[in-house]
Protein backbone atom coordinates (compact mmCIF):
# COMPACT_ATOMS: atom_id res chain seq x y z
CA UNK A 1 0.00 0.00 0.00
CA UNK A 2 1.16 3.66 -1.13
CA UNK A 3 1.62 6.35 0.99
CA UNK A 4 2.53 9.52 0.92
CA UNK A 5 2.00 11.75 4.02
CA UNK A 6 2.62 15.85 4.68
CA UNK A 7 3.60 17.48 7.44
CA UNK A 8 5.04 21.18 8.58
CA UNK A 9 1.97 23.47 7.14
CA UNK A 10 1.19 25.96 9.44
CA UNK A 11 0.32 29.71 9.54
CA UNK A 12 3.16 31.86 8.70
CA UNK A 13 4.05 35.79 8.23
CA UNK A 14 4.57 37.61 4.77
CA UNK A 15 8.28 37.28 4.18
CA UNK A 16 8.91 33.98 6.50
CA UNK A 17 9.75 30.54 5.60
CA UNK A 18 8.22 27.38 6.11
CA UNK A 19 9.32 23.55 5.32
CA UNK A 20 7.24 20.92 4.06
CA UNK A 21 7.90 17.23 4.99
CA UNK A 22 6.61 14.21 2.82
CA UNK A 23 7.16 10.61 3.90
CA UNK A 24 6.51 8.25 1.77
CA UNK A 25 6.49 4.54 1.77
CA UNK A 26 5.35 2.08 -0.49
CA UNK A 27 7.30 3.47 -3.20
CA UNK A 28 11.12 4.37 -3.63
CA UNK A 29 11.19 8.37 -3.83
CA UNK A 30 15.02 7.65 -5.66
CA UNK A 31 12.54 5.34 -8.25
CA UNK A 32 9.76 8.18 -8.83
CA UNK A 33 9.43 11.29 -9.80
CA UNK A 34 8.16 13.04 -6.70
CA UNK A 35 6.85 16.84 -6.67
CA UNK A 36 4.86 19.58 -4.78
CA UNK A 37 1.66 20.32 -5.77
CA UNK A 38 -0.71 23.46 -4.54
CA UNK A 39 -4.77 24.55 -4.28
CA UNK A 40 -6.17 27.41 -2.84
CA UNK A 41 -10.11 27.59 -2.80
CA UNK A 42 -11.29 28.06 -6.23
CA UNK A 43 -8.15 27.70 -8.72
CA UNK A 44 -6.98 24.60 -10.13
CA UNK A 45 -4.24 22.32 -8.53
CA UNK A 46 -0.59 23.95 -9.67
CA UNK A 47 2.63 22.18 -10.01
CA UNK A 48 5.10 24.21 -7.43
CA UNK A 49 7.86 22.00 -7.85
CA UNK A 50 9.28 18.20 -9.22
CA UNK A 51 12.48 16.60 -8.79
CA UNK A 52 13.54 13.91 -11.05
CA UNK A 53 14.42 10.16 -10.57
CA UNK A 54 18.25 11.75 -11.61
CA UNK A 55 17.62 14.38 -8.79
CA UNK A 56 17.32 17.37 -10.82
CA UNK A 57 14.42 19.81 -9.93
CA UNK A 58 12.25 21.73 -11.66
CA UNK A 59 10.09 24.68 -10.13
CA UNK A 60 7.06 26.30 -11.41
CA UNK A 61 7.56 30.44 -12.39
CA UNK A 62 6.14 31.51 -9.82
CA UNK A 63 8.29 30.18 -6.75
CA UNK A 64 11.19 29.74 -8.89
CA UNK A 65 13.96 31.21 -6.62
CA UNK A 66 12.13 31.39 -3.44
CA UNK A 67 11.12 27.53 -3.19
CA UNK A 68 14.03 24.32 -2.71
CA UNK A 69 12.82 20.75 -3.42
CA UNK A 70 15.04 17.96 -2.20
CA UNK A 71 15.08 14.30 -1.81
CA UNK A 72 16.27 12.17 1.38
CA UNK A 73 16.63 8.64 -0.31
CA UNK A 74 17.94 6.83 3.08
CA UNK A 75 14.19 8.30 4.69
CA UNK A 76 12.54 8.11 1.71
CA UNK A 77 11.12 11.36 1.81
CA UNK A 78 10.91 14.56 0.07
CA UNK A 79 11.17 18.32 1.64
CA UNK A 80 10.18 21.59 0.12
CA UNK A 81 11.95 24.43 1.49
CA UNK A 82 10.08 27.83 1.06
CA UNK A 83 10.91 31.26 1.95
CA UNK A 84 9.92 34.93 0.99
CA UNK A 85 6.48 33.35 1.26
CA UNK A 86 3.36 35.97 0.73
CA UNK A 87 0.17 35.35 1.04
CA UNK A 88 -0.48 34.33 -2.54
CA UNK A 89 1.66 31.04 -1.44
CA UNK A 90 -1.71 30.19 0.71
CA UNK A 91 -2.96 26.96 -0.32
CA UNK A 92 -3.09 23.42 0.29
CA UNK A 93 -0.08 21.67 -0.47
CA UNK A 94 0.06 18.66 -2.15
CA UNK A 95 2.90 16.19 -1.88
CA UNK A 96 2.66 13.27 -5.36
CA UNK A 97 4.63 10.46 -6.49
CA UNK A 98 4.75 8.91 -9.97
CA UNK A 99 6.34 5.34 -9.79
CA UNK A 100 5.95 3.19 -12.66
CA UNK A 101 3.19 4.66 -14.61
CA UNK A 102 0.84 5.43 -11.50
CA UNK A 103 0.32 8.76 -9.70
CA UNK A 104 -0.18 8.49 -5.97
CA UNK A 105 -1.34 11.49 -3.62
CA UNK A 106 -0.87 12.89 -0.27
CA UNK A 107 -4.00 14.28 1.55
CA UNK A 108 -2.77 17.80 2.06
CA UNK A 109 -1.26 20.34 4.33
CA UNK A 110 -2.26 23.57 4.80
CA UNK A 111 0.16 26.62 4.08
CA UNK A 112 -1.74 29.93 5.39
CA UNK A 113 0.34 33.53 4.88
CA UNK A 114 -0.90 36.15 6.85
CA UNK A 115 0.01 39.10 9.39
Known amino acids: QVQLVESGGGLVQPGGSLTLSCAAS????????MGWYRQAPGTQRERVATITRSGSPVYGESVQGRFTISRDNATNSVTLRMTALSPEDTATYYCKGLYLFRDYWGQGTQVTVSS
Open 26 to 33: GIPVENSV
